[in-house]
């Protein structure tokens, strides 16, 4: 498999702080790639730096063979690379579908699409992603009376809306209730396998990246410590320590 | 309510609104109802921004003394040299035939708008990148700034102000033309604006207010939609500023295009009080506002604007959703979202997407 994210020699500090330190990595077109690491590590700002959040301080990052670094959020969000925010974010005074509706694709926007009406059949799609996620029956909800775990299902079925390439999620099962991470381990699969998104996901639950990921990257301390299948991650003297260390 | 009920409210709106100045105990006060229709096009035109998309912009007075000073300047230069105006300005010879007049007046109000959006699109590169607050602050200069600038400009009478054609005897009285006038211009905004939040235009713009950074995220054109937003006010605002000129007779620089301590403040208090991102809150706010004023004005003169501040508080400490968001929290079946449980479930079709 060809990757379609690299990440080369990657360096961000903020003012003292080195938040990701000479980071390379590399996810494979149509996988499932884990990010895990103690608190503090970097993996968030990993992410930042992907999608152009920031600029960084030295590196390279390719999606689909271009050369991100010099572009902003919301262009490497139009080249198919969408990532999920680990605090949730949503619109909180729109209800459920709206906030679909406006999660559709930006590429072919114009002025003319300004104007645009949306069509039944984007409501239709904007329900239908809001019940694979669980969330139908709250649709006319404002997303700001969902819960946090609501939310968290709400900003990945927005996700889906975009019809990226690949996603970068941010802890997409903290705050949801434990018997419905399974579920979402399961939507989450789905959206690999059926929609063909390549994901990049950062979790804190061990079982839930073991299950998910068919590899998986370890920062600590703003470095890469070790990657491997999940298995070897799980035993590897140098993870274990590090996160026991960082406790 | 559905579709076709509302659809014939708004009709009975429309037309009972056009029907006034038939009333014969309403027709003392048409240009009274001229200025609560301008009132309203400023409430409404100031939404875009600040309730719609949460940038407070207390620079839109820019556009509206803008509209006025290039409707006034077309009406002038067009039939008359500056030098034979000043001769004769406000008197009588100024008269202009009605042809010439309604001319004068769409060609101007058409220019200024015109103006007003590119001089939005220019700004708005310019500062709308400017986020929250820093964005409120920048703009609080524009004003005074363009107020300065039109104080010392000789060409569009600096400081002594311009005076604008009066209208012809042909046109009727005043009251009715100016009634007409802005009450088909406030139509033509709400209709405009309404079309706008409905479609895509409206959800960006909402997303923006919600979470920049989440709608950056998401790929949406922000800069673009602010920018857009911002021109549709200044568009609208200153084809009002321009007829505004024609009402008032006498422009000037600080009191009348750019009065940002009263219209350019009140524009932003008349959002706010009829509720702030809504479509309705503007005009309910603007006619709150703008009755409640006439009354201090009369019943409690020298103290009005005592009371014009202490009302403003009450709003802000008791109702700060302003009267629909207030509305829509008490009664959410009525002037919120419907939410429709029974309806029918959409069946799961996401192996059939792709
Ligand atoms: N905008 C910022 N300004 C200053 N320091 C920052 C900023 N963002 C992150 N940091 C610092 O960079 C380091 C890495 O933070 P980051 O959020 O990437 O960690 P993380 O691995 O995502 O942690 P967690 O698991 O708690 O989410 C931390 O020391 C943090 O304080
Ligand atoms: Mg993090």
């Keep these: 498999m060809s990757a379609i994210l690299e990440v080369e020699n990657v360096t961000k500090t903020f003012g003292g702080v080195i ?7 590399s996810v494979p077109e ?16 990993l992410f930042n730096s992907i999608v152009g959040y920031h600029p960084i301080d030295s590196g390279a990052v390719r999606f689909q063979g271009a050369e991100l670094s010099r572009l902003r959020t919301p262009q490497i969000a139009r080249l198919g690379l969408l990532r999920t925010f680990q605090q949730t974010r949503i619109f909180g005074k729109m209800n459920c579908v709206q906030n679909m509706q406006i999660s559709l694709p930006h590429v072919d926007d114009n002025f003319a699409t300004m104007l645009r009406k949306f069509p039944p059949e984007v409501a239709e799609r904007a329900e239908n992603l809001l019940e694979f996620v669980g969330l139908y029956a709250k649709r006319h909800l404002l997303a700001a009376d ?14 889906l809306m975009n019809e990226p390439a690949a996603l970068l999620l941010d802890e997409p099962t903290a705050g949801i209730n434990p018997t419905l991470i399974n579920g979402l381990i399961d939507r989450l699969k789905r959206a690999n396998a059926e929609f063909g998104i390549t994901l990049f996901v950062i979790e804190h639950n061990m079982r839930v990246i073991m299950n998910l990921a068919q590899h998986i990257y370890c920062l600590a301390h703003g470095e890469l410590l070790a990657d491997g299948a999940p298995e070897d991650i799980q035993n590897d003297r140098r993870v274990i320590d590090a996160y026991l260390g960082a406790h | 309510m559905n579709r076709r009920g ?67 300047v077309v009406q002038r230069d067009l039939y ?51 986020r929250g607050h820093y964005f409120a602050i920048c703009t609080l200069g524009l004003g005074i700034a363009a107020g300065e600038l039109a104080s010392g400009w000789d060409y569009i009478g600096a400081g002594s102000g311009l005076v604008t054609p009066l209208l012809p ?42 979470d920049e950074d989440k709608a950056d995220a998401l790929g949406l054109h922000a800069t673009r939609y602010k920018t857009v937003a911002w021109c549709v006010s200044g568009f609208f605002l200153a084809l009002t500023g321009g007829a505004f000129g024609n009402l008032v007779i006498f422009i000037d620089p600080t009191d009348v295009a750019f009065a940002g301590p009263t219209f350019g403040v009140w524009m932003v208090l008349m959002a706010i009080l009829g509720g702030k991102g809504t479509l309705w809150g503007p005009v309910i706010g603007a006619t709150v506002f703008h009755v409640t004023q006439e009354f201090f004005w009369i019943y409690l003169f020298g ?33 919120g979202e419907v939410v429709d449980e029974d309806a029918r479930r959409v069946q799961v079709s996401l192996e059939g997407e792709r």
């Design chain 2, 80 to 130: 008359f040299t500056v030098e034979e105006y000043a001769s004769v300005a406000g008197g009588e010879q100024a008269a202009l035939t009605p042809v010439e007049y309604l001319i004068g007046l769409a060609l101007g109000m058409g220019s200024g708008a015109v103006l007003a959006v590119v001089i939005a699109a220019l700004l708005g590169s310019g500062i709308l990148g400017l």
């Design chain 2, 6 to 72: 509302k659809t014939a409210l708004y009709v009975a709106a429309a037309i009972a609104a056009l029907l006034i100045p038939q009333i014969p105990l309403l027709q003392p006060y048409l240009i009274q109802f001229a200025f609560l229709w301008v009132m309203i096009l400023f409430a409404m035109t100031w939404d875009v921004m600040g309730g719609q998309m949460g940038y407070n912009s207390f620079g839109n007075i820019v556009f509206f003394g803008v509209g006025m000073y290039a409707t006034a």
């Design chain 1, 30 to 45: 149509g996988s499932i790639i884990g990010l895990i690491g103690p608190n503090g590590s970097g993996k968030t700002t």
């Design chain 1, 19 to 25: 938040a990701n330190n000479n980071v390379s990595l």
């Design chain 2, 169 to 210: 005897d042909a046109l009727g009285e005043r009251g009715p033309f100016f009634f007409y006038l802005f009450l088909v211009l406030a139509m033509i905004t709400f209709a405009a604006l309404k079309r706008l939040y409905a479609g895509q235009f409206g959800l960006a713009i909402n997303a923006i207010r919600d």
């Design chain 2, 303 to 335: 103290w009005q604007r005592v009371a014009l501040g202490l009302l403003i508080v009450v709003v802000v400490v008791f109702f700060p959703l302003g009267i629909v968001g207030w509305l829509r929290e008490r009664w959410p079946q009525r002037f």
């Design chain 1, 146 to 159: 969902l819960s946090f775990g609501q939310q968290k299902l709400l900003e990945f079925a927005m996700a």
